[in-house]
Every structure is written in C-alpha cells, then in structure tokens.
C-alpha cells in the first residue's frame, strides 16, 4: 500500500519568543501537521503545554494539532483539547490499567477528531493490538518521552517494521507516527520501515533555515 508521508513538526522544541513565525517558517517548508506535547511532571518528568496553548495555536494556523497526552489522567483534558481546537488526540497504552482507554477513544472520535494510542520504548508492541480498531493511528515513541533532543533509540527502526506488520494483521488503514530523536540521518529508514509521520522538533527547530529543513526532511521520506 502506497501512503503519503508527512513530517510533523513538534513544537515543543520551538523558540516560544518566535513561536508564530517559525510554525509559519515550517508550513512554507511542507510541514502538515502540529505535533503538541502535553506533559504534566507526573507521567512524565516535564510540564509543557496546556489547552490554553492549543486554543491560542489555532488563531496562528489552519493545520491540524495533533494532542499527545503524556499526563497520568488524560480523561480530565481530553474535553478541554478537543474544545480548544485538537484534530487529534494521542493516549498511552501505558496507563490502560488505571484509565478507561477505550472509552476515551470512542469520546474522541465522536467529537470529530482522530484518535491515537502511543506506546513508550520499553513497552510490548502487542499491547495496542486491543485498540487498533479504534484508533487512525499509532504514535511508537523512540526515546524516552519527557524531553526534546534526546537521541534515537537502536531498535526503534525494527520496531516500526514490526509494528507495520501488527497493524497489517488487524487494520491496515492505521498509519504509524514516530516520534523521538528523528532526524535526517534517520527519516528515510524510517519511511521506509513503514512509519507514515515522521514527528521532529530539535532536527527542524534548530535549523538555521527552517523552511529549507522541512523540505529536505519531505525530500527524503517521500523518496
């Protein structure tokens, strides 16, 4: 199955001072999505962004912001993302035993929005096979979430083969969204592997020429 690959830009590594500008730098250069990392120092060793953020994104850009909660209790933000403007909303297969997943999903997608399950490194890809006709995506983390910068995990690439064939199995409409330590050594494998979108922050952010990263970034993972 032939898909289109999308690079999805994480705004967590972005200058907050230019923040308006250098999403603007990243659209000219390609970029479709937004990817927001919301983290409450609980679930994660970090606090980022809160709806507010989301809410005051959307007045900035007509693309769609992709949620990704990493919060121990994402049933109570679910409903103020989705208000805010979220087009999708990401949960951890993680936190299935103390929060009700499947219902959360089913909530998200009667709202209109996409829903999406992520797994950290560590954990069994088979845990999210319960899920996978419920979800338009799969979001497998290739660091350990908290921080931008980190570097990509070795097996991460097998990882995502592997999942693409997981999926497969169940509903091949799923597309993969890697995410952690992408870069342009690493982005054509994992397209290749079978991620469909490739979420970098540092590797576009830190770029001198924003715009020109993003469109090497398309260059390789749609070759």
Same mark, same amino acid.
């Given at each position: 199955?032939?898909?289109?690959?999308?690079?999805?830009?994480?705004?967590?590594?972005?200058?907050?001072?230019?923040?308006?500008?250098?999403?603007?730098?990243?659209?000219?250069?390609?970029?479709?999505?937004?990817?927001?990392?919301?983290?409450?120092?609980?679930?994660?060793?970090?606090?980022?962004?809160?709806?507010?953020?989301?809410?005051?994104?959307?007045?900035?850009?007509?693309?769609?912001?992709?949620?990704?909660?990493?919060?121990?209790?994402?049933?109570?933000?679910?409903?103020?993302?989705? &208000? $805010? =403007? +979220?087009?999708?909303? !990401?949960?951890?297969?993680?936190?299935?035993?103390?929060?009700? @997943?499947?219902?959360?999903? %089913?909530?998200?997608?009667?709202?209109?929005?996409?829903?999406?399950?992520?797994?950290?490194?560590?954990?069994?890809?088979?845990?999210?096979?319960?899920?996978?006709?419920?979800?338009?995506?799969?979001?497998?983390?290739?660091?350990?979430?908290?921080?931008?910068?980190?570097?990509?995990?070795?097996?991460?690439?097998?990882?995502?083969?592997?999942?693409?064939?997981?999926?497969?199995?169940?509903?091949?409409?799923?597309?993969?969204?890697?995410?952690?330590?992408?870069?342009?050594?690493?982005?054509?494998?994992?397209? &290749? $592997? =079978? +991620?469909?979108?490739? !979420?970098?922050?540092?590797?576009?952010?830190?770029?001198?020429? @924003?715009?020109?990263?993003? %469109?090497?970034?398309?260059?390789?993972?749609?070759?």
């Amino acid at each position: 199955m032939n898909r289109q690959k999308t690079l999805e830009p994480s705004l967590l590594a972005a200058d907050p001072g230019f923040l308006a500008e250098q999403m603007k730098q990243a659209e000219r250069g390609g970029a479709l999505m937004w990817h927001l990392d919301v983290m409450d120092g609980h679930f994660v060793p970090n606090l980022s962004f809160g709806p507010h953020i989301c809410a005051g994104l959307k007045i900035h850009t007509q693309l769609p912001i992709d949620v990704h909660l990493m919060v121990s209790n994402p049933s109570r933000l679910i409903d103020p993302f989705l &208000e $805010a =403007g +979220a087009s999708s909303v !990401i949960l951890h297969v993680e936190l299935a035993d103390s929060e009700p @997943i499947p219902q959360m999903l %089913r909530e998200i997608r009667l709202a209109g929005a996409v829903p999406a399950i992520s797994l950290n490194p560590k954990t069994p890809l088979e845990l999210i096979e319960p899920y996978l006709l419920m979800v338009g995506r799969v979001l497998l983390m290739s660091v350990e979430p908290g921080y931008g910068g980190q570097t990509f995990l070795p097996g991460s690439i097998d990882r995502v083969r592997e999942l693409r064939e997981r999926i497969g199995r169940v509903n091949p409409d799923v597309e993969i969204q890697l995410d952690g330590g992408v870069t342009l050594e690493n982005a054509k494998a994992a397209a &290749e $592997a =079978g +991620a469909d979108i490739l !979420i970098a922050g540092s590797a576009v952010f830190e770029a001198s020429d @924003i715009e020109a990263r993003c %469109r090497k970034f398309l260059e390789l993972i749609e070759s």
